[in-house]
Nanobody
């Protein structure tokens, strides 16, 4: 089992930045792909970005490419999401997820989830 805890959410004005963190604990000895998803009220869960276990491969949703950056520090069992040039449409609960296989963009393929952290971008 892997436990994931997100932090770093909050309220920010449009154009601002936030950095989310996702700390993993438990069985972290396996190679996990780590991803961020988000869900806005009344909308389906949406893929944001994913990073492979060694950080060598990343995928970004078109809506965040060029503005968001995912990274990981395996020594700290932590994944980060740097979000720049935030827009009101980025407002959502952001979830960290892990899977013990290769990268994937469909949330159905992820085994472990954090509780989520709220990001609100005001206009």
């Amino acid at each position: 089992q892997v436990q994931l805890v997100e932090s770093g959410g909050g309220l920010v004005q449009a154009g601002g930045s936030l950095r989310l963190s996702c700390a993993a604990s438990g069985r972290t000895d396996s190679a996990y792909a780590m991803a961020w998803f988000r869900q806005a009220p009344g909308k389906e869960r949406e893929f944001v970005t994913v990073i492979s276990w060694n950080g060598g491969n990343t995928i970004y949703a078109a809506s965040v490419k060029g503005r968001f950056t995912i990274s990981r520090d395996n020594a700290k069992n932590t994944v980060y999401l740097q979000m720049n040039s935030l827009k009101p449409e980025d407002t959502a609960v952001y979830y960290c997820a892990a899977r013990s296989a290769g990268i994937a963009t469909n949330w159905l393929f992820y085994d472990y989830w954090g509780q989520g952290t709220q990001v609100t971008v005001s206009s």
